[in-house]
């Protein structure tokens, strides 16, 4: 069996080799991240754009439509932000820890604007429904599927929505008062709170019930 001579150590013209090598490897690699963060970035401002448009002009929109939209914006923002043991899968949503881009929110909520915003006032009633159902449907979608960070399942739906649904967010948020609709905008906000409560309790049941039985 021979022996194998001892390995040279690097001298320092392979070690400057090397790390020219990871150089251009890492300049190439923030090029390309450049290209996509710009495309990323005209998109953004087409699709704010087109926000625009669908809202028409905040001052004339119907009043319960903007309560709409503002309290939409505010679940969907701590939505994104996530919290500790409820956090949002990295892998689905890439910003994961940062407030979204309006191209995110525009994009999650096209149909409904489209569907919603329009001249005619909405009635209280349909609000509060719809809100509930998408915050809380939101919620369902974005708390990985009841599992916590240590790998345990959560199995109370109290557990479940009780931290992170921004119920209480967004009526201490709206109880403030917007302008010279503040008494309005107060009562709306307490009922919009309460009826999402419900719908957030009822559907983690129905879904907590789901994922029991498969």
Known sequence: MTRQ?????KGPARKRQERHERYIANLEANRQHQRV??????????????YRVACRDWDTMPFHARILILVMWDARRRAFKGVRGFGLDVN??????????????????RQTLQ???????????????????LVAADWI?????????????????DTLFQ????????????????????????????????????????????????RAST
């Open 141 to 157: 979608e974005f708390t990985r599927d009841g599992f916590v960070e240590d790998g345990s399942f959560v199995s109370d739906y």
């Open 163 to 210: 931290p992170i649904f921004p119920a209480g967010y967004i009526r201490n948020r709206l109880k403030s008062g917007v302008g010279e609709r503040g008494d309005e905008v107060r009562e709306i906000a307490d009922s919009v709170a309460t009826l999402c409560d419900a719908e957030a309790a009822k559907l983690g049941v129905a879904a907590i019930l789901g």
């Open 5 to 9: 001579p001892p390995r040279r150590k």
């Open 37 to 50: 963060f710009a495309t990323q970035r005209r998109q953004e401002e087409r699709d704010a754009a087109a």
């Open 92 to 109: 689905i949503h890439p910003n994961h820890g940062r407030n979204p881009s309006a191209h995110t929110i525009y994009s999650m909520y």
């Open 115 to 133: 569907q919603h915003i329009t001249d005619v006032p909405l009635a209280f009633s349909d609000v509060c429904e719809l809100l509930g159902q």
